[in-house]
């Protein structure tokens, strides 16, 4: 006797997504749909919550940048060591306009609005690179390590510290400063990293400060995130636009 097929669901609850695989574009697993959330206004599935696996945090991932294959569920182009970088999504806390608004700005790639993604172009076509990835580039004799230093706003508000530098091994030239936020200058639950251009700031080498000219402590932070690697190139416009500075 044939087996009976069950006929195919055209229309799918809620529940029937949790615990799906999530996969990337290579078909690899990344993780495993944890929730779904929904906008308030329009009531649609704004993000599906992603667990990454066991000890590790979960994600929104914006629903419009997966698709459906063969009842898994196939990420267009984020691998897994880039969702990593983004901040964890806590089940417990509210997402409000607040934090949305942040997250669109500090992640531009992953949450903006999806013309203004596709209009980023690629991302890995930057010559600037941490330091340590300059296997030629030496720091010139004389001139200070600025890694560790404090790191304050315009506002006299401390930002944070120096985490590395970025160069531009062609030109031999450091380009930018890594700096690790401190956590209370924004909403996400992140370590947050942002570039500073090193002509935006001024250098007190006897306290080993470094003081931002133009921008506050906080407007420091509202920066888009960098998450390491070379840099995006749109993001470095975006940073060059906040500090009036050229690339």
Known sequence: MPEEISPRAELLRT?????RDVLDAKTEKI????????DRRRGNVRFLA?????????VLIPAEQMDMNDDVLVLRQWRRDQLKALPAYEADRPITRAVLEEMERAHPRFY???????ALGAADSSRIIPLRDAKDFKLSKGDPDLRGWNVFGADGERVGKVADLLVDPAAMKIRYLNVDVLDDLFKLKEDRH??????????RERGQDIWVRNLSAADVA????????????AIEGTIHDAFGTSR
């Open 50 to 58: 992603v667990n990454l696996g066991m000890f590790q945090k979960q």
């Open 194 to 203: 942002v570039l500073i251009p090193t002509e935006a700031v001024d250098l």
């Open 15 to 19: 529940r029937d997504f949790i615990g």
């Open 31 to 38: 993780g495993s749909v944890a929730e779904l959330l929904l």
């Open 112 to 118: 903006g609005d999806p013309e203004q993604i596709a």
């Open 222 to 233: 509202r920066l888009p995130a960098y998450t390491g690697g070379s840099v995006d190139p």
